[in-house]
């Protein structure tokens, strides 16, 4: 197979282990007296926007940064709970880059490129060192050294935390150098703002059309290149661990602007979440990944068991994990985790009111250390759950079920993390990125700094450096074609004046693609499902209901603008799992399974990444594979047993 | 499960420059949901109704961005300790009651519409100093310095404040200084802030003042709603932190 003439990564030459190095070498500078001539568009002020935001105005660029909410502060990366992954070997447990590359590689199913996760391992140690830098107060040691946690899909111990609040803790820091460089004058912050549409110039990405979510005003910005750092998709599942805000319309704009969209079945469902408690459900709160180091999943092994956990005895309780895959236990990754515990509640043994749950147990670990060092390690989080459900995981275990929690596909990026549109850059949750085919805990905030601080800055400025953008003012007309198509879209949606919410729609096209392009996929069900998005799209744009008007703060309307974006965005997920004819990772086809119910891939037909070109809203869009070559790690069944 | 019917009596503002009043809403809502799920059910009843739904500030709803900025019956965030309002759920609430809902009120958080108050003081206060000036890159190994597990556990328990301002609506004279506080103990806690310690804090002391924040009369009314649990004892430091750095600008004046 060879990848389409579309699809260049741009993968340097060399050695695995000298590829970045050499790229960086070739990269061309910008004089640091003509940076300042210089300016960038950055939306999302995540780990990744943030950083890079931070980065580039540190070096003398002039950048516009871009947020809907109302602090830059309150990106979603603040949500991250249980840490960031570094090689260091710190514990001297033998970790290295290559032992974090391998793991990443595994567990993304062998579906992401060898030589960005590469350099993902390589940079890692770099970012523990800037955060400290910047007086992150990461979990120490009494002789003051760092502590580590492990994590799933590892055997070495090199998570770096902050409690239960890593993300949290490492945003606050990207924000404060942010916001450093908003007081040297050198970012220009737009908070309460949308990205609404990219413009391209003469074929380059020139631009944006934002919304001001206060005045309602439209309002054109022009700069020398674009980065989009806006985030993942889960929201696409209406309940997910995401963040209300969180939305694809950045990724889905630019896709509809040329950009190609990769991957997006890669869809990452996280174990431990507290489960569903009614219709009115308006999200799902994670229980992090970390509580797997001393919790213990199980269901009781009779179906229909409905005696109180405390009351099953020892002998009739299924420990799955453990029971499944012996040498990770508890710490099996989390599509593993998650098609586990979806199994034991298929077969009609799942606790809670509608069966929808299984435990995380913390009797043992209580036993064994005592209930102040559990509480120690997650009172946070063993806080928040009682809070939520008024249950005490002292006492009784934690009921969790799996949720829409990260989504690893995103817009096609090439090695310097540029889509096919020639200066639009793509970082973070929002590119298909290094994860493959899932993602590991705690290499998402990895991936976002690694991006942010490390490498965008210095391929944003090589593609300053050789394409020399000219200049271009938003007096374009493309500028003005832009804006008008925006306007009449909120036009379009304010005037339809029908009776259905917009949560309402958001609500059934969540339905959807849970029940069918969750986390059991068959060719009927998502055929299916292709044809009811298409029908839920067109009962939208008749029956939509938005009050206010458009020069307002106006939140139906921010809402239906993107539930807008995602009723298209569906169709694409949907239709990208429906021709990949494997499983992997967190695309499972009921289809492609081994006899013990496991993920099976098909190497010698689906060894690429899927990047699917625009061809208009409900026609077909086009295929390009992007070849994915296993020079430095064997091809081969991934296995936790 | 059981339902309660609930009245509720909501500020309503248009926008900025527009005058507001109450507007009370009756709604039947079940204890398992959150606060904000409840009114996510009287905001599609008054779309269907094709009236103005009620604005918020919300995001993660799960309590750690610090969107969240509602005084719910006189408390910031509600009657539960260390809770956002986002995570305060209705099974702190009983049939019948009435529940009054308004956003933060301080000079400096001016009303945008309804409940959403516009925080930007906060930013611009981190902007005067808030921060290690630490550019990407060139930094030591992260194990180089060592930091007492003490200090550092101190410091994340003022990093920990999520911005939310709860501590201004709480405090009668409308004070940011736990905020302020917070951030001015984290860093200066550190081996890495101490370098700017000084700056910092006069810095961020002036631009509070310049915002239009209150002073702290030791009410203590920003811990107790605070969602975070941040403790007052992080203002004593800042004030020892400002005048530490006040007499050293007079001991180097007087030295020059």
Redesign the interface.
Known sequence: MASSPKLNSNIPEGDLKDKWQNRLAEYKLVNPANKRKHKIIIVGTGLAGG?AA??LA?LGYNVESFCY??????A?S??AQGGINAS?N?RGDNDSIYRLFYDTIKGGDFRAREANVYRLAQIS??I????????V??????????ANRSFGGAQVSRTFY??G?T???LL?GA???L??Q??AKKVT?H?RTEMLDLVLVNGQARGIIARNM?TGEITKHVADCVILATGGYGNVFYLS?N???CSASAIHRAYKRGALMANPCYTQIHPTCIPV??D????L??MSESLRNDGRMWAPKAKGDKRPPNEIPENERDYFLERKYPSYGNLAPRDISSRAAKEACDEGRGVGPNGLGVYLDFADAIKRLGKQTVKERYGNLI??YN??T?EDPYTQPMRIYPAVHYTMGGLWVDYDLMSNIPGLFVTGEANFSDHGANRLGASALMQGLADG??IS?HSVSNYIASVKPGKVTTDAPEFAAAEKETREKIKRMLSING?T????FHRRLGKIIWDKCGMARTKEGLEQAIKEIRALRAEFWKDL????GEN??N??LERAGRVADFLEFGEVLCMDALHREESCGGHFRVEYQTEEGEAKRNDEKFTYAAAWEFTGVDSQPILHKEELKFESIHLQTRSYK | MSDMNLTLKVWRQKSKDQKGCFETYKTLASEHMSFLEMLDVVNEKLERDGKDPVAFDHDCREGICGACSMVINGSPHGPEKATTTCQLHMRKFKDGDTIVIEPWRAKAFPVLKDLIVDRGAFDRIIQSGGYTSAATGGVPDANSILIPKERADEAMDAAQCIGCGACVAACPNASAMLFVGAKVSHLANLPQGQVEAKTRVQNMVTQMDKEGFGNCTNHGECESSCPKEISIKFISKMNREYLGALSHVQKSAAAE
Do not use: W
Not at chain 1, 128 to 135: E, L, N, S, T, Y
């Open positions: 950083a931070a980065t540190e909410q109302d602090s830059p502060r309150r979603h603040i949500a260091k710190y140690g770099n523990i060192d800037q955060c400290v830098a910047q007086g107060p990461f979990a120490r040691e009494y002789s003051g050294y760092l902050a409690r609040q993300g949290q803790q606050l924000y404060q150098a916001e450093r908003i007081n912050m908070e206060v661990t963040a209300k805000g408690s009614g009115y459900q308006s999200k709160t994670l806080d928040m809070r939520i008024g601080y490390f800055p009776k919410t917009v949560d309402e209901k938005v009050t206010g307002e703060l939140q139906s």
